[in-house]
């Protein structure tokens, strides 16, 4: 019922970063996609390719990363095709020992939000049996509706020991048009800053153990290190998915301030540039799964320089 | 590019409203789930019995009801059966004629919001074939990430054909925790109120052509009949999907202040009410879509007598 589970997993590889499994179709080596091209339906055939791309990966991975996040539009774009992807790649990754971030940005409220929550991280229960129709181990969800939308999937974090991270700042440059709004309050505050500090109170409702964050974590962005450290120091029990390193400009300097003294406290996302590592370095494309490992393990270098991780 | 499609719609049913297909698993009556019983896997077996039981909804309101709104989330929780079943109920849907509005409220930036665009609204391209995921006819999304999270969706709205609905003010008791915030402008405005005119703003790429709507609607909740009113006279271009309709409360009274002098400029959603009419009326599990059916007429008798639509 918090993000204890993954941070053991953060220390055990020693590595405050994950993987981002954003399979758009460019990024998959045509080695893999001529495998199937008897496949009549081109969504099945693309779906098999990221199957297979995926799998690939997170052999390559699993040691490095503490976890990987799939990004459910990548899926979707598949039709269920890929949805059935999703599911197998989630499935597979937990396998290897991974913890699954599902980055689908969920939200709606009531009995919606619990399907969402049954659906993503909980169970649901169909003729006496109950089935984890994706079962990953965390969700990224928006809170623009309020605790409508949060509170039902704070039994799912309890029972199943699950994690949700509410996006407060994100990386990219509109993300100011909301979010850096002031607000009247006293003191007065920033949208992002009165979305963190939902995140504390919802927070308590499933308190962290070991290490004093909760199962509420909240999205911050790279691109903006000033937010970061400010957002660190405000809010103690949150933990935080941090995107837009890498591709998106932010650099490793720039995500110092989202981790405690401990070194703990948040976690990296890179996407393309570990997925796309292999046309980056110009090797043989064969060689995809290989170039990710040693970009993951480049950025985990990179990242745990500036970090006190030990 | 508008909703132009959807309005006529409206015009040619006399009829602003929206069934909300949300085919939670115990609203389906056990004579559909019984027909599945054989069927090994119970999420595979559900989402069987969700597509008739669609279906047979679809059949019995495609003459009454301009629009059905399926929502993602009771899809999902039956995993990629359940997606598959959205997929058919998209596709069954606007073979009766019906316009679809896909409730994902999806929202990220850049070319994952691309490809959210591409699965929901556009195309995908493989195999130089290009084919449709989901194909709905508009999309609900969640504004808080800002333009970068709204404009990958412009180029698929214009060039299918297709429309979204950003949450601006949701029916929901907590929604005003972060949408009724004031925020420091000149006048000072709510934040539900600049999501609204950046919908406006949004909406001047896709405009409207016979009706003034532009491709780019609002969520604003029927419980809140005020803002409704206060949000119809200041966007005068943003179309507006009103829930919150019967089941959360709101009354047709309420939702009055939603439409423009002509009976136009919303459509409102009933889930619940018809979907679970049959319980409600205590008829026979059997004639449920003839009770979903009554429901819907009264719905719309109700709604119309409040609209100056002619």
């Not at 053991?8 to 001529?34: F, M, Q």
């Not at 504390?200 to 964050?213: D, I, L, Q």
């Not at 981790?259 to 996302?269: C, E, P, T």
Request: with cysteine.
């Amino acid at each position: 019922m918090s993000f204890d589970r993954l941070i053991d997993r953060i220390i055990e590889t020693k590595n405050p970063s994950v993987a981002g499994l954003d399979p758009h179709y460019s990024y998959i080596p045509g080695c893999i996609k001529a495998k199937y091209d008897h496949v009549e339906n081109p969504l099945e055939a693309a779906a098999l390719a990221v199957r297979e791309y995926n799998f690939a990966l997170i052999d390559a991975l699993c040691d490095v990363v503490p976890a990987v996040k799939p990004q459910a539009a990548y899926y979707e774009m598949y039709g269920w095709y890929g949805m059935k992807a999703f599911a197998e790649t989630v499935t597979y990754a937990q396998k290897k020992g991974l913890f699954v971030i599902a980055d689908g940005k969920r939200n709606d409220i009531g009995s919606t939000m619990e399907a969402y929550a049954a659906a993503h991280l909980g169970q649901v229960e169909i003729r006496g049996q109950k089935l984890s129709p994706f079962g990953a181990d965390a969700l990224t969800v928006n809170g623009y509706l309020g605790t409508d939308g949060i509170a039902p999937l704070l039994p799912a974090c309890k029972e199943f020991d699950k994690g949700i991270f509410v996006l407060a700042k994100t990386s990219n440059p509109s993300s100011g048009e909301l979010q850096d709004k002031k607000v009247y309050a006293r003191p007065s505050k920033t949208v992002y800053e009165l979305m963190g500090g939902m995140c504390e109170t919802w927070g308590e409702e499933v308190p962290g153990v070991k290490y004093g964050y909760s199962a509420v974590g909240a999205v911050v962005g790279a691109t903006y290190p000033e937010q970061l450290s400010e957002l660190r120091e405000k809010l103690p029990h949150t933990f935080f998915l941090v995107p837009g390193y890498g591709a998106q400009g932010g650099g490793a300097e720039g995500v110092a301030g989202a981790f405690d003294k401990q070194g703990l406290g948040a976690i990296v996302n890179s996407s393309r540039a570990i997925l796309c590592a292999w046309k980056k370095e110009g090797c043989p494309e064969e060689e995809f799964a290989q170039a990710a490992r040693r970009e993951a393990i480049r950025m985990r270098d990179d990242i745990v320089q500036h970090t006190g991780l030990k």
